[in-house]
C-alpha cells in the first residue's frame, strides 16, 4: 500500500514539473515569436515625395516700406501695428504750413508774371503801330518783342514753380499704396524726418494674402523638384491642417547651413483653408515628385528580402506561402507591388510582440 502512494506521489511530482517546463517553454516562445496580422492586397494611389522644412515670407513687392519723399514734423499719425489698411488711406501727415507758405508764394509770382506779360504784349502793340508810323526805330520795336517772349517764359517758369509747390504740399499727406498690415512703426508724432538722403519709412505694410513658402530641400533631392509639382505643409499653430501650394521657384544659389547644403524652393499657397498664416512660421513640407494610379500595394513592413529578391507570405485557406514578388515604388510604409501578386490576396504581416504591447 505504501508502495502505491510513493508511486502517486512520484508521478504527480513529474506530472507538476513537466508542467512547470512547458509553461516556461511556453512563455519563452512567445516572447521570442513574431505575432502575425492579416493584411489584404489592395490597389491605391502612390506618390514619391520630398520632405523639406521652410518658412513662410512676403512675395515680391507683398511688404511695403511706406515713407516721405520730403522732411518735415510728423504732425499726425493715423496707423498703429496690426492694423488693417487698405490701398490709398491716409496713413501720417507733415506740418505743411512752410509748403503752404511757400505755394503762396509761387501764386504771387505767377499772377505777377501774368500781369508782365500783359504789359509786354501792350507794349509791342503800341510800339508795332508806331513803326508802322516810322515814329520808332527798329531797334524799339525787336526789344518790345523780345519782352514779350521773355515774359512768355517766365510765365511757363512760374506755372512749374507752382506746380512743383503743389505736388511739394501733397508730399505732406502720406498714403498707403497697398492693401494690408500694418507689420512695424518707425516714427512718432512730433518726430522731424529728414529726407535728405533716403525716405525716411513710417511703417511698414504686409499684404496677408501675398504670402509664399521658402522650403529648404536637400541636395540630394533638389533634382527631383520641378516647377508646378503640388506640395502638402503644416505650421505649428495649425497642426491638424494641411495647406496645399505649388512650386514656382527653385533658387540656382546654395545655402549652407551647419555644412549642409539646401536649395530654396519657392512654393506658392495656394489654399489657405481659412486660416491666418503670418510670415516667418516653420513649415514642414511635404512636395509630391510624382503619382502612381491605381497600382498593387502592400505593407513594405510584409517583405522580407534574401539573397537580392524579395518576398511575400501568402496566406492560402490554411496554407502559408512564401512567394517572390516584384516592388516598386514606396510611400508612407506602403510599397508597389508590379508583380507577384494578385489584387484581394491576403499577406502576412510580421508585427514583433513589443509593438502589440507596448
Known amino acids: 500500500m505504501k508502495k502505491k502512494w510513493f508511486v502517486a506521489i512520484a508521478v504527480l511530482i513529474v506530472i507538476v514539473?513537466?508542467?512547470?517546463?512547458?509553461?516556461?517553454?511556453?512563455?519563452?516562445?512567445t516572447v521570442n515569436s513574431n505575432v502575425l496580422e492579416i493584411?489584404?492586397?489592395?490597389?491605391r494611389d502612390i506618390g514619391s515625395t520630398v520632405l523639406a522644412t521652410g518658412i513662410i515670407k512676403p512675395m515680391v513687392g507683398a511688404e511695403v516700406k511706406v515713407g516721405s519723399r520730403i522732411s518735415g514734423v510728423v504732425k499726425r499719425l493715423r496707423a498703429n501695428i496690426g492694423d488693417h489698411?487698405?490701398?490709398?488711406?491716409?496713413?501720417?501727415?507733415?506740418?505743411?504750413?512752410?509748403?503752404?507758405a511757400r505755394l503762396n508764394q509761387n501764386f504771387a509770382a505767377l499772377a505777377k508774371a501774368q500781369a508782365d506779360l500783359e504789359f509786354a504784349r501792350s507794349t509791342f502793340e503800341r510800339t508795332t503801330t508806331l513803326r508802322r508810323k516810322e515814329l520808332v526805330s527798329e531797334q524799339e520795336s525787336d526789344q518790345a518783342e523780345t519782352s514779350v517772349k521773355v515774359a512768355e517764359a517766365q510765365l511757363k517758369q512760374a506755372d512749374a514753380n507752382l506746380e512743383y509747390a503743389r505736388v511739394q504740399l501733397s508730399y505732406t499727406r502720406?498714403?498707403?499704396?497697398?492693401?494690408?498690415?500694418?507689420?512695424?512703426?518707425?516714427?512718432?508724432?512730433?518726430e522731424a524726418v529728414s529726407a535728405s538722403l533716403a525716405s525716411p519709412t513710417f511703417v511698414s505694410i504686409i499684404d496677408l494674402h501675398r504670402l509664399e513658402v521658402q522650403a529648404y530641400v536637400d541636395e540630394t533631392d533638389v533634382g527631383k523638384v520641378q516647377i508646378?509639382?503640388?506640395?502638402?505643409?503644416t505650421v505649428d499653430t495649425y497642426p491638424d491642417t494641411d495647406f496645399k501650394g505649388v512650386v514656382t521657384a527653385i533658387y540656382p544659389k546654395a545655402v549652407i547651413q551647419d555644412n549642409v547644403v539646401n536649395y530654396i524652393v519657392t512654393v506658392a499657397i495656394s489654399d489657405s483653408e481659412g486660416k491666418t498664416l503670418r510670415p516667418e512660421m516653420t513649415t514642414n513640407m511635404t512636395i509630391?515628385?510624382?503619382?502612381?494610379?491605381?497600382?498593387?500595394?502592400?505593407?513594405?513592413?510584409?517583405?522580407?528580402?534574401?539573397?537580392?529578391?524579395?518576398?511575400v507570405t501568402v496566406l492560402e485557406g490554411e496554407n502559408k506561402i512564401q512567394r517572390k514578388v516584384k516592388?516598386?515604388?514606396?510611400?508612407n510604409g506602403i510599397t508597389e507591388i508590379i508583380s507577384g501578386l494578385n489584387e484581394g490576396e491576403q499577406i502576412l504581416v510580421p508585427l514583433t510582440n513589443q509593438e502589440n504591447n507596448p
Open 85 to 100: 489698411v487698405k490701398a490709398g488711406q491716409l496713413i501720417a501727415e507733415l506740418d505743411d504750413a512752410e509748403l503752404r
Open 174 to 190: 502720406i498714403y498707403s499704396p497697398t492693401s494690408g498690415v500694418i507689420a512695424s512703426v518707425s516714427t512718432q508724432e512730433g
Open 228 to 233: 508646378r509639382q503640388n506640395v502638402t505643409f
Open 288 to 311: 509630391s515628385l510624382e503619382t502612381r494610379k491605381n497600382v498593387l500595394s502592400a505593407p513594405t513592413s510584409a517583405i522580407t528580402r534574401e539573397r537580392g529578391e524579395r518576398y
Open 17 to 29: 514539473a513537466g508542467g512547470v517546463i512547458a509553461t516556461t517553454v511556453l512563455r519563452s516562445n
Open 327 to 331: 516592388t516598386g515604388w514606396k510611400d
Open 39 to 43: 493584411a489584404r492586397v489592395v490597389r
